[in-house]
């Protein structure tokens, strides 16, 4: 899985490039020094399909082009390559589409001069979510802040009819319903919190921990429980099972 995301696929994607050739560094106005690769709107795209955001309109591969000072400069024409099996690009409007399954199909992005590549997955289609661990319980402790965080809550995205297939790439979403404040936070493995998105492993699942404030609690013996919801779509539209409620109990070490 690919952790802290919404995470990690999106940082990783996020790429610069500059001029490294041994020739006079541009220097006037508009002239390109280096560009990045603006974060795509989905870490996979759906075989069959093109790159999609999250409402389901079609998005190609963009950049934004920088200048000697580090403002953004007009860039001049953008080619895009795809480098391998798995995907196709349209060489000139960045529109991308899947063409079978891969964890990490390279396009190669050349503005001018420069380049930078570009990973994405293609994934099967996400056509049903179900809760893989959707409930557990935490003894928090006053003094021992190393329990107060969650075993992983999680959930599954699979393809099919007969859902038997796992859906590798594919971003989820969680959302924290209940406690309200900063009693409970969502976080990766990593322990960074904030991080509400996820993608799927490759098993297909998605999970989030929870970390539990023990200073936010009014009551020092308080028992309650956090109630996270997690979705993901296609197209724009939930996948069937979306969202699925996942609860964790919390009470203190006795």
């Keep these: 899985m690919i952790r802290s995301s919404s995470s990690a696929l999106f940082a990783l994607m996020t790429l610069s490039a500059v001029v490294l050739a041994c020739t006079d560094i541009p220097t006037g106005n508009d002239q390109v020094l280096s560009f990045s690769v603006n974060p795509l709107p989905s870490p996979s795209v759906v075989v069959g399909d093109s790159l999609r955001d999250s409402l389901g309109v079609v998005r190609p591969i963009t950049v934004t082009a920088f200048d000697f000072q580090g403002d953004t400069a007009s860039p001049p024409k953008t080619r ?55 409930r557990d319980s935490l003894s928090y402790s006053l003094v021992d802040t190393t329990l107060n965080i969650s075993p992983a809550l999680g959930v599954k995205i699979l393809h099919g009819k ?93």
């Design 80 to 134: 895009f390559l795809a480098m391998g099996r798995g995907i196709k690009v349209d060489s000139l409007t960045g529109v991308v589409t899947g063409d079978s399954v891969q964890t990490g199909a390279k396009i190669l992005v050349t503005v001018g001069s420069i380049q930078a590549p570009v990973t994405l997955g293609v994934a099967l289609r996400p056509d049903t979510m179900i809760a893989t661990d959707a």
């Design 162 to 254: 007969t859902a038997d297939s796992a859906v590798v790439g594919w971003r989820v979403s969680f959302r924290m319903i209940s406690p309200p404040g900063t009693v409970a936070q969502l976080i990766n493995d990593g322990n960074v919190p904030g991080t509400t998105a996820d993608t799927t492993d490759a098993s297909g699942v998605a999970s989030r921990r929870i970390k539990i404030n023990v200073l936010q609690l009014t009551n020092g013996t308080a028992a309650d429980s956090v109630v996270v919801m997690a979705s993901a779509s296609y197209r724009g539209v939930a996948v069937r099972g979306s969202p699925v409620r996942l609860v964790l109990k919390y009470k203190p070490k006795i």
